[in-house]
């Protein structure tokens, strides 16, 4: 029997066996971490004021669930991060497009935003709550202004770094400008504006978990702060896992966006297998 | 706004496409073009005639590119007559196909007919790759995106097909293939042809005339008699070869003069 023969199945049975035990070993440093938090509390090192047990956060997380306190504030916080995206992102692209794709639009918006960003945007919830209040406005904002200029960025350099080789060929065949836009220069730009995504989910949750702590009377970090003055810190934690899930699942949403958007790199096309 | 007017200009000012005498595909006089103070092209006269295959030899920075590109219409002529037909195509050294557009619509890509898919396709097909049709650019072969660069070229069915070294970054093997293949389309669609090459056996294996560009002028324009299809060693072929790596500066064992 020839080598080739016998390899080619092995490989096949091989690939559908992987899937679990990648799975086993990406859990195993998380796992191992649980145990240790398990042993130390158990032993008395900590103490049961200020760490709890693993036990005891797992029973409050489904406490949360069960007495209905959860879904209500993930889904307002979910609500203002989609809003805060939805507006500072669209701003981003319209104000990056804008002056990525014209001298006069560059000459009018570009030093404006650049000098907008280098203002850490946090430095203005004072002035947010004077002028907002405290209601859903000034969180969105925060919010907003934090994913704007990650996209804006990312999207306005990658505009420019389009192929100019590719531009000229696209010229050669007939293309018009608007064209040329359409079928060479946003397509080249979507990586870097995948880039921008990512870098703007970043900082969504970071101005969404500031917003809340400063005040808020719903959403995740309303539970947390909430659960500190109950010295409650089985729900501290609680809340610190519900912001780690949220950053895995948008990150593999991107991830997913990615392999959909750019289903033409070989990468992706070998990740998808034949 | 003026959109992009900085990397891609529609049509270079000076280049007249349109209208060419029956006579000549391509005709050019007192074609001077500077770059700063390097003076590329000096006063340059060129005619090619429609159906001809022409090569276009000279040294590395002599100014092929930039002739070529002059006639593409992707540069400027600001001094002298630059006259091409309308439907020219160009094939550069690198396939420049689209990445994120599969191989049919890369070819069918600014074809204003109704059938673009088809005819696109049907072009494919032509240069061998009617199987790799909905591929991603990305995972041919170099030898194999650049037929498909040749076929969005033909798809347009060009008067002028320019070529900027189109195969100078393929190995041997497929490279001999290719030029048989440019020579049988050539034979089959019959637009003039100007091939940009730095290979002075390309050029006598494929071309009716081969152009020397030195120091901004045609230093040398031959006319090549051998029968087709033509082979390397065949009677004459050494003379012309030697011949035209004279004017190059370069003699047969590789040392320049
Ligand atoms: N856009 C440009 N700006 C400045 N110099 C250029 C530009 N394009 C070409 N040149 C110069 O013109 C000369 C001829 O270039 P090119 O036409 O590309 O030569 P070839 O194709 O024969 O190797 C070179 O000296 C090159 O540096
Ligand atoms: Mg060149």
Redesign the interface.
Known sequence: MSVSLTALPATGTMRRRFVPVRLLRQLMVPGAIIALWYALTVHGYFDAQTMPTPQAVGLSFWQLIVTGQMWPNLLISLQRVALGLAFGGSLGIILALASSLSRFGEDSIDATVQMARTLPHLALIPLMILWFGIGETPKIVLIALGSLFPIYLNLFSAVRAADPKLIEAASTLGLSHVETIFHVILPAAVPGFLVGLRQALGASWISLVVAEQINASSGIGYLVMNARDFLRTDIIFDGLIVYALLGLATDQAVRALERYLLAWRPSIIAAKGA | ????T?????QAPGVTPGVTGEKFAVEVRGLTREFGTNSVLRNLDLQLRPGEFTALLGRSGSGKSTLLRTL???DAAPEGTVTVPAA???V?Q?P?L????RVWQNVA??L?VKDARKRAEEALEEVGLGHRLKA????LSGGEAQRAALA?ALV?SPKLLLLDEPFAALDALTRLRMQAMVAALWQAHQPAVLLVTHDVDEAVLLADRILVLDHGRIALDLTVELPRPRRHGAPGFNALRAKLLDALGVREDGATV
């Open positions: 706004m003026n959109m992009l900085e990397i891609a200009p529609a593409a219409g992707l020219r195509a160009v550069f690198e420049r689209l990445p994120w557009k890509l600014g204003r991603w650019p990305l995972t969005r347009r």
